[in-house]
């Protein structure tokens, strides 16, 4: 990634955007989005569609995985400091986490993964979704 610096640009390294101590926060956020996701299915599906058809909830899970690999870490989600308080965790992971739904939603809009994007869906994975990464992250670093 490229940074401007003084009529120059500063390539900046994978190492100056995520730091170790974020590991957990990492964890914790894949959990919170997983977690998401399965009582979203069970919700509205039913529990026994996940112990039979464990392929279905990897399919509806996956976009959201993608979308959040593609976007926490230029957004700053694992930066240098990101582990140190849950003041800077939490927005952090809620920031990461709104453009990572259109990342996912965009994926759910073709015939490739299950879903769709209707507004209500839109409007509970973003609130609850970004409720779940807040909490897990808060939880996170009350733990460590």
Same mark, same amino acid.
């Given at each position: 990634?490229?940074?401007?610096?003084?009529?120059?640009?500063?390539?900046?390294?994978?190492?100056?955007?995520?730091?170790?101590?974020?590991?957990?926060?990492?964890?914790?956020?894949?959990?919170?989005?997983?977690?998401?996701?399965?009582?979203?299915?069970?919700?509205?599906?039913?529990?026994?569609?996940?112990?039979?058809?464990?392929?279905?909830?990897?399919?509806?899970?996956?976009?959201?995985?993608?979308?959040?690999?593609?976007?926490?870490?230029?957004?700053?989600?694992? %930066? *240098? $400091?990101?582990? !140190?308080?849950?003041?800077?965790? &939490?927005?952090?992971? /809620?920031? #990461?986490?709104?453009? +990572?739904?259109?990342?996912?939603?965009a994926i759910r809009a073709?015939?490739? %993964? *299950? $879903?769709?994007? !209707?507004?209500?869906?839109?409007? &509970?994975?973003?609130? /609850?979704? #970004?409720?779940?990464? +807040?909490?897990?992250?808060?939880?996170?670093?009350?733990?460590?």
């Open positions: 990634m490229l940074q401007e610096g003084r009529g120059c640009c500063i390539r900046m390294e994978l190492s100056e955007r995520v730091s170790p101590d974020a590991l957990p926060l990492a964890v914790a956020d894949v959990v919170a989005v997983g977690g998401v996701i399965t009582v979203g299915i069970a919700q509205h599906g039913s529990f026994a569609l996940l112990l039979d058809a464990p392929g279905y909830w990897a399919a509806v899970l996956l976009p959201f995985l993608i979308g959040w690999a593609l976007v926490a870490v230029p957004v700053g989600a694992y %930066a *240098p $400091g990101a582990a !140190e308080s849950a003041k800077a965790a &939490v927005p952090l992971g /809620v920031r #990461a986490w709104v453009p +990572a739904v259109v990342v996912a939603l073709t015939p490739v %993964a *299950p $879903g769709g994007v !209707e507004l209500s869906f839109v409007v &509970v994975i973003t609130v /609850v979704g #970004a409720a779940a990464i +807040a909490a897990g992250r808060w939880l996170t670093l009350r733990l460590v």
